[in-house]
């Protein structure tokens, strides 16, 4: 016999590039996988996987086994959905996937509060420099910062989000801030890594009249974390052109200043992308809206004290509405 258990472990395996990147995403040991595939391979009486090679390659009865899997799991799991929309309840397990720095500082949060908001639902936060790597089958919602690549995908909105060109003032006053993007060959410049981007390549557009510019730099210093990149620039290594989101109270502070105010980089709104399998349940619907209310307004943008009040007070009053509409169905 097989369970629903063995399938979803399955499916797992099989979207995976390894064994031992299977057992990252089971937070399992190698050995573990191996063995618990051989289990499941001894019940069934047939080899399910190649692993003679680096890579795994699925037999016959293997891409049998993980089409049927997925399509079992994902009627289960919309059959849990469809009831617990019935019951008015907001149940389930709820999959996110995230950026690196962003998922932390902002989607993370949003997932607390939800779940106190919504006792019957788990929840699984991934973050990844690379998010959009990871098929639509492993998530309901996943939130992107950039260009999107994949237009096929349901997405929406969240925030409007600027790319800025900044530096430190101890880097300023040592090499100078440069009059247009062609000086930025003769500058140190770092670079993040994300989302299988050139980000080599700046692109620039005069916000008046004129030429647009693109500049290939050569990065002295290269990361795939925005933190990293952020701290080295605040630490006077270099220039780095970052989101809005991230560097926007440094600048406020004066620890970072903004530069070539004549040009504009290319914008890279923060978009929650849809499940085409899963994202339209309950809970994902109800997440997105509350993670919509708590970005839209961009937090990460200083404030005076009113305006800061009143944009809590906006995140409240959604809560609250949610809280209102749980009670009542309860």
Not at 30 to 36: C, E, I, K, L, S
Not at 207 to 219: F, L, M, N, W
Request: proline share 5%; glycine share 6%; charged share 25%.
């Amino acid at each position: 016999m097989i369970s629903t258990e063995d399938l979803h472990f399955f499916i797992t395996l099989t979207s995976a590039v390894s064994l031992a990147d299977a057992a990252r995403k089971l937070d399992v040991t190698p050995p573990a996988v191996t063995q618990r595939l051989r289990l499941l391979e001894n019940r069934l009486g047939m080899r399910l996987i190649d692993r003679s090679g680096r890579r795994m390659v699925l037999t016959d009865e293997g891409e049998l086994l993980a089409v049927h899997a997925r399509r079992i799991c994902d009627d289960i799991g919309n059959l849990s959905d469809t009831l617990a929309s019935r019951r008015g309840t907001v149940a389930g397990h709820l999959r996110v996937i995230a950026p690196l720095g962003f998922g932390q500082r902002y989607v993370a949060p949003a997932i607390a509060q939800f779940r106190s908001l919504y006792p019957e639902v788990s929840a699984s936060l991934m973050l990844s420099d690379r998010p959009a790597r990871f098929s639509d089958d492993m998530w309901d919602l996943m939130v992107h910062i950039g260009e999107l690549r994949d237009s096929s995908l349901v997405s929406r909105r969240l925030a409007p989000n600027r790319r800025i060109l900044c530096a430190a003032p101890r880097y300023l006053a040592r090499r100078g801030a440069p009059q247009h993007p062609d000086e930025l060959r003769m500058h140190d410049c770092i670079a993040l890594r994300e989302n299988d981007e050139d980000v080599t390549m700046w692109r620039f557009t005069p916000k008046h009249q004129g030429a647009p510019a693109s500049v290939r730099i050569e990065p002295v210093l290269t990361s795939n974390d925005g933190g990293t990149v952020r701290d080295w620039a605040l630490a006077g290594l270099g220039i780095i052109a970052r989101s809005e989101w991230d560097v926007a109270e440094h600048l406020h502070a004066g620890r970072l200043v903004a530069l070539l105010d004549a040009w504009t980089q290319p914008d890279a709104d923060i978009v929650a992308l849809i499940s085409s399998r899963h994202g339209r349940s309950l809970r994902a619907t109800r997440f997105l809206e509350l993670l919509h209310a708590s970005t839209l307004q961009q937090p990460w943008l200083p404030r005076v004290g009113s305006e800061q009040a009143q944009h809590d007070q906006r995140v409240q009053d959604l809560c609250a509405d949610e809280s209102t509409v749980r009670t009542t169905a309860a």
